[in-house]
Structures are given as C-alpha cells and as structure tokens.
C-alpha cells in the first residue's frame, strides 16, 4: 500500500476547490453561487488525441424554498443591470476574491489510468490534470511512496496521446466528411422523390373561359 492511500485522512473536499459557498439572500432575493465548471474543449481535445477540459465560470440561481426552480449555466457579464455581475454584484465579487486559477488539460477524473481514491488524494494536493502531474517536481514526487510511477506513467500516456494525435485528427476529418457526403445524398434522394411526386401527379386541366 502506498502513501498515497492515506492521503486523503481529513483532506478538504477537493470538488468544492475554488467554488464559493456563500449562497446568501441579497435585495435581489434569489439564492446564487457562482462556481467553476470543467467543460471539454472539443478543438484542442481533437488536436492533442486525449480530453482537453478548460474551467469556465457558471452560476446557479434559485428561488428560495423552491428547488424545481435551479438554473445553472455560464455567467453572463457586461455593463446591463440584468447581467450577473450587477444583480449579484456582492456574490460575484465574493467569487473573484476566492477564485482559483483556472485549469486547463486532461482531469485525473478523465484519467483511467488512477482509480478514484488517488484521484481525489492528487486532487488534495493541488495536482488536477495529466499534465500537472507529468511535470511535477522531482523533489516534490520523492515526498510521497509510488509519485514518480504516477509520473512517469502520466508522461508516457500524454507522449502516446500527441503521437497519435495526428491520425486521430485525419480519422475525425474523413469521419465528417463522410458525414457531410452521407447527408448530401439523403437530401438528393429526399429531392428526387419528391420531383417524382410531381411528375406523377394527374395534370390538372385549366379549364377556358367562354
């Protein structure tokens, strides 16, 4: 059993990391948090062959004592009164003072790789994605028992990810464009088929005026 088993023994919740807990009731009269959410980035995801996420900030919004009412969504900022940053101006300015640097890369989470347990014990020490853990410090991995295997193992899954990348990119370019050939002809037969309609339908007689 390695040492990061016993990791987690009283460690903070790492999913509520950098998500403001403050959910007061303002003048503006709704419960609302503001939080980070982890949302894949199709495009570099494509290009680096593995799950690319980037943290976007989102809130939830509801009317108090009714839970059918949630909303939960990216926060809408600008200078209008009804954006979030002016009708809950207190909350969101609460949030930036306590908002963490944004991450991006492959979660541990996406990582099939570690089981959960040492995800959330990674979690625990600041360590979120792939890459992270792939340029740890040395000195910093020699701390803890079986660091530098989950190191090493993470640089060498992230070098056969971008190896393949390439090919995984040209198989999702025939892939769409085979896509966009297979509706091209579903949309010619569905045309076809109806100037057969047409052409088969009785001709209607105009009838002459005397």
């Given at each position: 059993?390695?040492?990061?088993?016993?990791?987690?023994?009283?460690?903070?919740?790492?999913?509520?990391?950098?998500?403001?807990?403050?959910?007061?009731?303002?003048?503006?009269?709704?419960?609302?948090?503001?939080?980070?959410?982890?949302?894949?980035?199709?495009?570099?995801?494509?290009?680096?062959?593995?799950?690319?996420?980037?943290?976007?900030?989102?809130?939830?919004?509801?009317?108090?004592?009714?839970?059918?009412?949630?909303?939960?969504?990216?926060?809408?900022?600008?200078?209008?009164?009804?954006?979030?940053?002016?009708?809950?101006?207190?909350?969101?300015?609460?949030?930036?003072?306590?908002?963490?640097?944004?991450?991006?890369?492959?979660?541990?989470?996406?990582?099939?790789?570690?089981?959960?347990?040492?995800?959330?014990?990674?979690?625990?020490?600041?360590?979120?994605?792939?890459?992270?853990?792939?340029?740890?410090?040395?000195?910093?991995?020699?701390?803890?028992?079986?660091?530098?295997?989950?190191?090493?193992?993470?640089?060498?899954?992230?070098?056969?990810?971008?190896?393949?990348?390439?090919?995984?990119?040209?198989?999702?370019?025939?892939?769409?464009?085979?896509?966009?050939?297979?509706?091209?002809?579903?949309?010619?037969?569905?045309?076809?088929?109806?100037?057969?309609?047409?052409?088969?339908?009785?001709?209607?007689?105009?009838?002459k005026e005397d």
């Amino acid at each position: 059993m390695s040492e990061l088993d016993h990791l987690g023994t009283g460690m903070i919740d790492p999913t509520r990391i950098g998500q403001n807990q403050q959910m007061q009731a303002s003048t503006h009269g709704m419960y609302c948090n503001f939080y980070m959410e982890a949302e894949q980035d199709s495009v570099k995801s494509l290009e680096e062959g593995r799950p690319i996420f980037k943290e976007s900030p989102y809130v939830m919004i509801m009317t108090p004592g009714d839970q059918s009412s949630v909303v939960r969504r990216p926060i809408r900022t600008g200078h209008h009164p009804k954006d979030d940053n002016n009708r809950f101006a207190v909350e969101y300015n609460a949030f930036l003072n306590n908002m963490e640097q944004p991450i991006e890369g492959t979660l541990l989470s996406e990582w099939p790789q570690i089981s959960k347990s040492q995800c959330l014990e990674l979690n625990a020490l600041h360590i979120k994605t792939v890459e992270q853990l792939a340029n740890l410090n040395d000195g910093a991995a020699s701390q803890y028992m079986g660091m530098q295997d989950l190191k090493s193992r993470a640089k060498a899954w992230i070098e056969l990810a971008s190896a393949e990348a390439p090919l995984a990119f040209m198989t999702a370019q025939l892939e769409e464009r085979d896509d966009a050939i297979a509706s091209m002809k579903n949309t010619m037969l569905e045309m076809q088929a109806e100037l057969g309609e047409l052409k088969g339908a009785p001709k209607r007689k105009v009838k002459k005026e005397d």
